[in-house]
């Protein structure tokens, strides 16, 4: 048995107007994976390969040691996905859905169904159609927790929630990771949600991996720093600075490897630090987003 | 393990358009009890009609509203969430609606023919019957492989315009051919050449369109 919960390495998937290029990552069991980046970045198809919903032109796909394609019956076996626009049938209950699904997982769970119900406030009897879009995600949610499968992949799955329906939903999720053998990928481009469960996060922008950490090393990492500089001088290029803005005698200096020397290099080469900002993991995911663009496009 | 999943998305599929194949069957009884019992060519004629309307619709009811809603609505997400491939999900839907298309038809067909039975009706109609109904089937078959195999509700929506359109003009063709025109009013069912090599080509066809479909299915790389 593996202990890592997703391994990918060198994945492409390439169509027309949009390639994934060139993913390797790794989640170990126990671990939440925040995958974060803008609209159409990639992370949907990213998942969607790991479903095997989708193919890899290149490249190896394991799921809980499973080989995707090619072993992807065994390895749903204990796979739980959701995503955001997924839909279950419209005229079916919420309790036909549950003992349909019920019938094929002998892993079902049914008296914690039970207390997902009274949790999410869902009534069996309801008809999927007359639901409100925040308990049609609780229901597919609660359909899928119920299974306990032992990687959960979440496709943007808080996307259109309301702030108490996001919060359920990730409490839920955060109970999950009490068994430690649970791993789960979340994919959203809402950092709030991914800062609070998640332990690893990785950027994509633009079918490219660009940064992934655990969530300290990313807060401890990152820093903007407000200079002041002398008239006419130009701040020097240091490693670990993505981006310098510059206005007059003020400047604005961001980066992902702070440290004590930055800010005495700086003072060494005449600049006066007047205040260093730690930055939430929104300003970090921007910086690192366009920083990667500018590096690409250089 | 896994055959019974696949039994039981077919199952499923049986349990939610189980309200269509009822209706398609009460419908299409009574379409014949008209035809049977109206007593007049004008009543006949209404019935047969309906009747075929009533086939149509089940078609198209049936893979417009599983098949392909089910790929728009993105219910498949949910399905293709369960231990099952892409190519066991294609596979159930396609023996699903294939049972769910048939059961209907073939005891509404034989309905008919008993109605021909036991009206004073020329028995010679009874190919004709046969050629046009076998053609209903054949566009079952090539709607259910397009959307199945395809993702573009253009090509579906061609293939029920030409479907519906192309009925016509069999049915025009058929009367025109002199040997089934002058068949179709005699006392019995006579099994021309140009009756048998339209059955054969519908029957082709349809085994063909089917299995078109699975092959594209099974070298798909993107199920979405």
């Known amino acids: 048995m593996t202990d890592l919960a997703i391994e990918l390495e060198g994945v492409s998937k390439a169509y027309r107007f949009f390639a994934l290029n060139d993913v390797s990552l790794t989640l170990p069991c126990g671990q939440i994976m925040g995958l974060v980046g803008p609209n159409g970045a990639g992370k949907s198809t990213l998942i969607r390969i790991l479903m095997s919903l989708i193919h890899q032109d290149r490249g190896q796909v394991r799921v809980l040691g499973r080989s995707m394609p090619e072993e992807q019956v065994a390895a749903k076996w204990q796979i739980g996905y959701v995503s955001e626009d997924m839909r279950l049938y419209g005229y079916g209950t919420l309790g036909w859905h549950m003992r349909f699904v019920a019938s094929i997982y002998p892993s079902w769970d049914a008296p914690y169904a039970q207390t997902l119900l009274k949790r999410f406030n869902l009534r069996t009897e309801q008809q999927i159609k007359s639901l409100s879009h925040g308990e049609r995600a609780k229901a597919t949610l609660l359909l899928m927790l119920a299974r306990r499968p032992r990687l959960l992949l979440l ?22 990771l009490r068994d430690e053998r649970r791993a789960i990928l979340f994919s959203s481009h809402n950092t709030q949600d991914v800062e609070q469960i998640s332990d690893q996060i990785t950027f994509i922008d633009r079918g490219r991996i660009i940064d992934s950490s655990d969530k300290e090393t990313f807060i401890e990492h990152w820093r903007r720093l407000k200079l002041e500089v002398p008239g006419g001088f130009t701040l020097p290029s240091f490693a670990g600075v993505v981006d310098v803005s510059q206005s007059g005698h003020i400047a604005t200096v961001t980066t992902n490897a702070y440290s004590d020397e930055l800010v005495r290099a700086y003072g060494n080469a005449g600049a006066t630090v007047h205040e260093v900002q730690r930055m939430t993991l929104e300003e970090i995911f921007v910086a690192n987003v366009m920083a990667s663009r500018k590096e690409r496009a250089s | 393990m896994n055959r019974s999943v696949v039994t039981r998305l077919i199952l499923k599929d049986f349990y939610l358009q189980w309200p269509l ?126 959307a199945l195999a395809g993702d573009s509700a253009l090509w579906n929506t061609i293939v029920m315009i030409f479907g519906n359109v192309l009925l016509n003009f069999l049915i025009t063709w058929l009367l025109t051919r002199p040997s089934i025109a002058l068949a179709s009013k005699g006392p019995v069912a006579i099994w021309s050449p140009e009756i048998l090599a339209s059955l054969a080509v519908e029957i082709l066809g349809s085994v063909v369109a089917l299995a078109a479909a699975l092959w594209v299915i099974f070298r798909k790389k993107d199920f979405l």
């Open chain 1, 155 to 176: 496709d943007e799955p808080t996307t259109g929630l309301d702030p108490v329906a996001r919060h359920e939903m990730l409490v839920e999720l955060m109970d999950v």
């Open chain 2, 21 to 146: 194949l009822a209706g398609s069957l009460v419908l299409g009884f009574a379409m014949l009890a008209i035809a049977l019992f109206g007593g007049g060519p004008i009543t006949f004629y209404v019935g047969s009609v309906s009747f075929l309307c009533v086939l149509i619709l089940l078609n198209v009811f049936l893979v417009s509203g599983t098949v392909a809603q089910e790929k728009k609505d993105r219910v498949m997400l949910f399905v293709l969430s369960l231990p099952v491939s892409t190519t066991q999900y294609a596979v159930s839907k396609m023996v699903s609606s294939l049972l769910a298309f048939l059961i209907p038809f073939c005891l509404l067909g034989a309905a008919a023919l008993l109605v021909i039975g036991l009206r004073p009706i020329p028995h010679g109609l009874i190919p004709l019957t046969m050629a046009v109904m076998m053609y209903v089937c054949l566009y079952f078959c090539i709607f259910l492989g397009v």
